[in-house]
T-cell receptor, first 112, second 118 residues
Framework: GQSLEQPSEVTAVEGAIVQINCTYQTSGFYGLSWYQQHDGGAPTFLSYNALDGLEETGRFSSFLSRSDSYGYLLLQELQMKDSASYFCAVTLWASGYSTLTFGKGTMLLVSP | NAGVTQTPKFQVLKTGQSMTLQCAQDMNHNSMYWYRQDPGMGLRLIYYSASEGTTDKGEVPNGYNVSRLNKREFSLRLESAAPSQTSVYFC??????WGRGGSYNEQFFGPGTRLTVL
């Protein structure tokens, strides 16, 4: 089976930097994705890591260590609009097709 | 482009009733997915369709059936609804992108259907 662990809640203030960690135990791991979901809304894709190291996309960066089965999402220069839930998800491949298994999500609360 | 659309947005059923949740995408994606989201549980895959004409079970398929009607449409049916199926249901479709390390599928989600079973 697959399991992903991430903190249930993280709080930070505007302008700060926050890191959301994700550890996983899977078979057939192919890569780690991050999705953002504002309250009541549709999840939206943020980033993907297949190789070790850091991927940067504007204020957001994502890191992966395959040997440690660990990744994180780094959010810089936090804004109020970053208050949302963040999900890590592992990409699994079977019979030539891929699916995602999601963690339970981390709620980020940004305060003024 | 509308992206991924779902109908209805809200639905209340009585135990034992049946209904079909509709999903359509206009992005010409091959793969489509149905998830349910419960508080504190994240998104769990119910069924997916890797391409037109194929469907496969996900993590929590019991109590559901799906139909991939054509490339655009993927429906989810509850034959006999139970209170345990009270949830928010999301449909998604995916396209293959290329990044460092190879290809990956980016999923695009619909707005969700909020279903309550009494």
């Amino acid at each position: 089976g697959q399991s992903l662990e991430q903190p249930s809640e993280v709080t930070a203030v505007e302008g700060a930097i926050v890191q959301i960690n994700c550890t996983y135990q899977t078979s057939g791991f192919y890569g780690l994705s991050w999705y953002q979901q504002h309250d009541g809304g549709a999840p939206t894709f943020l980033s993907y890591n297949a190789l070790d190291g850091l991927e940067e996309t504007g204020r957001f960066s994502s890191f992966l260590s395959r040997s440690d089965s660990y990744g994180y999402l780094l959010l810089q220069e936090l804004q109020m609009k970053d208050s949302a839930s963040y999900f890590c998800a592992v990409t699994l491949w079977a019979s030539g097709y891929s699916t995602l298994t999601f963690g339970k999500g981390t709620m980020l609360l940004v305060s003024p | 482009n509308a992206g991924v659309t779902q109908t209805p947005k809200f639905q209340v059923l009585k135990t034992g009733q049946s209904m079909t949740l509709q999903c359509a995408q206009d992005m010409n994606h091959n793969s489509m997915y149905w998830y349910r989201q419960d508080p504190g549980m994240g998104l769990r895959l119910i069924y997916y369709s890797a391409s037109e004409g194929t469907t496969d079970k996900g993590e929590v398929p019991n109590g559901y059936n799906v139909s991939r009607l054509n490339k655009r449409e993927f429906s989810l049916r509850l034959e006999s609804a139970a209170p345990s199926q009270t949830s928010v249901y999301f449909c998604a479709s995916s396209e293959r992108n290329w990044g460092r390390g190879g290809s990956y599928n980016e999923q695009f989600f619909g707005p969700g259907t909020r279903l309550t079973v009494l």
